[in-house]
Each structure stands twice: as C-alpha cells, then as structure tokens.
Antibody
C-alpha cells in the first residue's frame, strides 16, 4: 500500500522556523505533483503550496508566500516545507498530499502538528 | 479566491436513509479545457481526509456505489444512499479549477 509520512512538526515560538519532511513509500514521488495542505479546527482546510514533478514550478498561497518554501528531493523520494517567520495563525496540522490533477488530492499523509506559541 | 459554501453544516441521518450535501462555488468551476475540477473528501474522526469523488462524478476505486456526485457550473451535490455507520464524519468539497484551490467548510454527518 502506498503511503506518505510527514515529520518535523512541533512547538515553536512566533518568528521561529521549522522544516517539515514528507517521505513516500511504495510509489515514486518524482512522478507526481505534490502539495502541502493544512487544517485547523477554526479555519478548516487550506491549501498551502504545491510543486511540479521536477521542482521547476512552485506555487504558494498568499498567506505563506515569502515565509514558506516548498521543495523536493526526488533522489530521496521526499518533499519538504521550510517554514520561516512562523505566526500563531500558522498553528495547524500539516498534510503532505499527492496532487494528480488540478488539486484532486488522491493520497494524504497522516499529518504533522505544528504549534506556534510563546 | 473562489469561495466554496456547503450546506447543511450538520446532517443527522437515520441508518439506511439517504443524505445529500450541497456545495456552491462563487464562480463557475468549468475549466477552459472542458473539465470541472470539483472533488469530494470524507474525513473520519482522527483520520486524514480520503477522496471519494473527483471531477464532479467520478467515484474512486473502492468507494461504494452508494456515493454519487453530480452538478455543474457552480452547484454540486454529494448524495449518499442507504447511509451506513461507517459514513459518519465530515465531508468536504474542494475546487481545483481556479488557483488557489479552496475547500468548503465541511458537513458533519452523524447518525440519529
């Protein structure tokens, strides 16, 4: 069975940084568009960023542009989200996701929790 | 951004009965390529979302045929016939036609 596994979440102070990592098992991540989506009880689901198979095209939501960077290492079958300048409102569960066609996510990771608090 | 509005937000249903969830978008979701990128997800408590339906009406492999999607333009519906206990959870619609992709608020389905 194919899987996505996220890691790297945790508690960080406002203004701090975290790097989330997503690794894929039983499928070749380099063949797919990939994305990060976050979920909070209050704001629901929010698209954060996505990246094309070879990493040459990236898109970030307005709410994170300039602070977060999506990237991938196809040799390591992994996806990353570098998060700088974290804000309280970035507190969420972050999901790694496979985006096969115009955001119609067909595979989600289990999520990693990020808490931004002083 | 395209706003996705679901109704109802809470839906108590009787086992064996049918249920419908509406999803309305603030703009047409028909892409210039002729496709309509409207997706439905189901999220059980404590789990990640799972895709049920893509491009309005295409059911994913393994999704029971009790689930069906319909609609066009700005109005879409997810229908569940013969609700079973495993169908509880939150259902989300999502559009991928316009950047950024956006989700509905979610509809919580529970058994009466």
């Amino acid at each position: 069975e194919v899987h996505l596994v996220e890691s790297g979440g945790g508690l960080v102070q406002p203004g701090g940084s975290l790097r989330l990592l997503c690794t894929a098992s039983r499928f070749t991540l380099s063949e797919s568009w990939m994305a990060w989506v976050r979920q909070t009880p209050g704001k629901g689901l929010e698209w954060v960023a996505n990246i094309n198979p070879d990493g040459s095209s990236v898109y970030h939501a307005d709410s994170v542009r300039g602070r977060f960077t999506i990237s991938r290492d196809n040799a390591k079958n992994s996806l990353s989200l570098q998060m700088n300048g974290l804000r309280v409102e970035d507190t969420s569960v972050y999901y790694c996701a496979r985006d096969p066609d115009f955001a119609a996510i067909d595979l989600w990771g289990q999520g990693t929790k990020v808490t931004v608090s002083s | 951004d395209v706003v996705m509005t679901q109704s109802p937000l809470s839906l108590p249903v009787t086992l064996g009965q049918s249920a419908s969830i509406s999803c309305t978008s603030s703009r047409s979701l028909e892409h210039s390529n002729g496709n309509t990128y409207l997706t439905w997800f189901h999220q059980r408590p404590g789990q990640s979302p799972r895709r049920l339906i893509y491009k309005v009406s295409n059911r994913d492999y393994g999704v029971p045929d009790r689930f069906s999607g319909s609609g066009s333009g700005t109005d879409f519906t997810l229908r569940i016939s013969r609700v079973e206990a495993e169908d509880v959870g939150v259902y989300y619609c999502m559009q991928g036609t316009q950047w950024p992709p956006t989700f509905g608020q979610g509809t919580k389905v529970e058994i009466k």
